[in-house]
Structure formats: C-alpha cells, structure tokens
C-alpha cells in the first residue's frame, strides 16, 4: 500500500519541479515536453533524472542529451532550476528574438534557468549567427550577451573563434558590391 502511495506522488511531484521552468513572460499555454527512454525522480532532493535519447522542449529552447538532471532549489532564485544535460556532446539551441538560432554543445551544458547562464564544460562550442567559438569551456551570460571562453590548463589548444562578415542586404538589392 505505501508503495502504491510513494508512486501515486512522482507523477504530481515531477509537474511542480518543472512546473517553474515556465517563464513569467511566456504564455500559460506554453508547455514543457520531456522525452527520454528512462525517467527518474530524487523526490527527497528535489531532482527529475531522464537517461537515453533526452529530449527538452519549452518554447524556444531545446535540449538534447545522454542524461539531463532536473535541479529545483530554493537557493537558485525565483525559476529554481538549473538544468544539467551530459552527453558526446550534450545540445542546447535556442531562437533568438531576431529570428537567429544560438546552439551551444559540450560534454556538460549547464542552464542555470533563472538567470539564462549557460556553462559549457569539455569540448564546448557556441555558434550564432554564422559566428562560432570552440574552447575547453565557455560561459555565456544570455541576456547580459556576454561570453568567455578558456582553453584547458593542461592543453595546448587555444580558444578558436570564426567571425563570418555580416553583409549588408540594402547594399546588395542596390546593385552595390
């Protein structure tokens, strides 16, 4: 019977640790869809674990992983989420305001929801617009737009950036070079 009791609590315990994924500026009818081959849930910690084939999708922000653990926390601010998918790599991509699509990739993404930082551990990659970084590990600040980037202690590879000229469209329906 409190077997029957202790499952009868994950299901509503699973909806109210990732009911707070939903931004206050997102309308109600935005949803978050979770898909993997295995779900797990530490009710006692507060943390949902999904493994094999992970797949996140809430509004414009996708996730792709091997595993993604699910943090809810009252020391990580009013969404009290940080979302932390591991993969070879791990996936994260959101649209951009401006239409664009910001994808980051890494053996470790972190996405501290509340405050929209990413850290990208081992092998990190950001790319928008046509502009692409590649590091040991990046930071990304996404509403300050701030990124660093760092190369390995051990390593003897460098931070690599790819800048791709921006071309004027006006110029270009002109006839202009």
Known sequence: MTNKFA?????PSLFMAFASFAET???????VSISADKQLAQLKDNIGIFENNVEIIHGNRRIKADRLEVHKREDLGDNKQLLVATGSPAYFEEKQADGTIMSASAKEVRY????????LIGDAQVTQA????????????????????EKGESSNDRVHTILVPVSNKKDKSKGQP
């Open 7 to 11: 499952h009868l609590l994950v299901i």
């Open 25 to 31: 500026n997102l309308p109600p009818a935005d949803q």
């Open 112 to 119: 501290d929801v509340a405050k929209r930082y990413l850290t």
């Open 130 to 149: 046509g502009q692409k970084i590649n590091a040991k590990s990046i930071t990304y600040d996404m509403d300050q737009q701030l990124i660093s980037a």
